[in-house]
């Protein structure tokens, strides 16, 4: 794989897989666990941290430790820290996404992992339960595995459409708008993943309308759509700044690109 990435993705790439596996370590034994779901505090991100979720956090957090490198890391559960010295790459951090389905023994949920340095963007998704993975570095391409090319459907009809989408009250009827007119909508319970099911062809976009989904959770997804050929973007069309600032909270539509206009028109109701 060290031909289809930089020499700086492919050393951070080496570290993601590290990450990966030392996580499906940690939380091997929660996993469908009542256990697993006890809470042992409250995240940076305002919401309750469990067992698991904290397991797979400080899995991930000793391998940057233990690889020599300085990050700046932005985490779901334990905030802003600095891991190493002299930080030279920021990293967003999210330890376990379907925290819900792991607890449930639901075998969808991932770590998801967005890195930025100098010279490198890379977007790092690991389905934990299937013991895959999704990468891509800025500018060359998104693949699985050790180095299958990836790319988005050639859908371009859109009664035929394969959505993920999720919504709140009271904005139902966002999402009641694209059921009318796509063949089937999904909610799996990991955005990263559902994201990296966009990037890899096998569903035709994912759609989040709560106002809620938080930079940390679709940083990585993000980038591997958009390198796998496809288009993210708010609810309004505007594209999402993957920057330090976690906290913001936004509705995330990505797509294969061919219908994202047309996506948006019936989100907004025009």
């Known amino acids: 794989m060290s031909e289809l990435l930089s020499s700086s993705g492919?050393?951070?790439l080496e570290i993601c897989d590290r990450a990966s596996a030392a996580v499906s370590s940690s939380i091997r034994d929660m996993v469908g666990m009542a256990a697993g779901g006890q809470m042992v505090n409250m995240g940076a991100d305002g919401t309750p941290t469990k067992r698991i979720d904290h397991a797979a956090e400080n899995a991930v957090l000793e391998?940057?430790?233990?690889?020599?490198?300085g990050f700046w890391v932005l985490s779901e559960e334990k905030g802003e820290m600095i891991v190493g010295r002299n930080p030279d790459h920021f990293l967003h951090l999210d330890p376990l996404d379907g925290t819900f389905n792991a607890i449930a023994g639901i075998p969808f949920y991932a770590l998801s992992i967005?890195?930025?340095g100098d010279d490198c963007r890379l977007g790092y998704i690991y389905d934990l339960a299937r013991?895959?993975?999704?990468?891509?570095e800025a500018g060359r391409g998104a693949y699985a595995g050790s180095g299958e090319r990836i790319s988005v459907s050639k859908n371009d009809d859109l009664m035929s459409f394969s959505i993920s989408a999720y919504t709140i009250?009271?904005?139902t009827g966002r999402v009641t708008r694209i059921g009318d007119r796509v063949r089937r909508i999904r909610t799996l319970g990991s955005a990263s993943l559902e994201m990296?099911?966009?990037?890899?062809?096998?569903l035709d976009s994912f759609?989040?309308?709560?106002?809620?989904?938080r930079v940390v959770d679709v940083a990585a997804g993000c980038l591997i759509i958009e390198e796998a050929g496809g288009q993210v973007s708010d609810s309004k069309g505007c594209q999402l700044q993957l920057e330090r600032g976690m906290w913001?909270?936004?509705?995330v539509v990505g797509s294969n690109g061919r219908r994202h206009q047309d996506l948006l028109r019936l989100i907004e109701g025009d």
């Open 10 to 12: 492919s050393e951070l």
């Open 63 to 69: 391998v940057l430790r233990s690889s020599g490198k």
């Open 114 to 116: 967005y890195i930025r």
């Open 131 to 136: 013991g895959a993975s999704f990468y891509a």
């Open 169 to 171: 009250r009271p904005h």
């Open 196 to 202: 990296a099911l966009v990037a890899s062809g096998k």
């Open 207 to 213: 759609v989040d309308l709560r106002g809620m989904m």
């Open 248 to 251: 913001q909270k936004r509705c």
